[in-house]
């Protein structure tokens, strides 16, 4: 059974930075795309940013220059870098995995204070 474990998230203050990783085990396959998306109260969930096996990205338009989406394909681990973070980055974040189908973890609890 494919298991998405999710670690890295918590409070911090405006400005400040974290780092997500998200490791997948029970996967037969490497991943086609491995990706992070956010969830805040009363909203849809959102694309963050994603990364193919062949390294290309894609980043939400809200997060570039203060993100950066890194993976390692062969271990099936997906890391976000967070800078700068500003309050609006609060959510619940979650990390997806697409192989032959799609995978999402637990999500992992962002807070960013004012």
């Known amino acids: 059974q494919v298991q998405l474990v999710e670690s890295g998230g918590g409070l911090v203050q405006a400005g400040g930075s974290l780092r997500l990783s998200c490791a997948a085990s029970?996967?037969?396959?490497?991943?086609?795309?491995m990706g992070w998306y956010r969830q805040a109260p009363g909203k849809q969930r959102d694309l963050v940013a994603t990364?193919?096996?062949?390294?290309?990205?894609t980043y939400a338009d809200s997060v570039k220059g203060r993100f950066t989406i890194s993976g390692d394909n062969a271990k099936n681990t997906v890391y976000l870098q967070m800078n700068s973070l500003k309050p609006e980055d609060t959510a619940v974040y979650y990390c997806?995995?697409?192989?032959?189908?799609?995978?999402w973890g637990q999500g992992t609890q962002v807070t960013v204070a004012s």
């Open positions: 029970g996967s037969a396959f490497r991943f086609n795309v």
């Open positions: 990364i193919t096996s062949g390294g290309a990205q």
């Open positions: 997806r995995m697409t192989t032959w189908r799609d995978y």
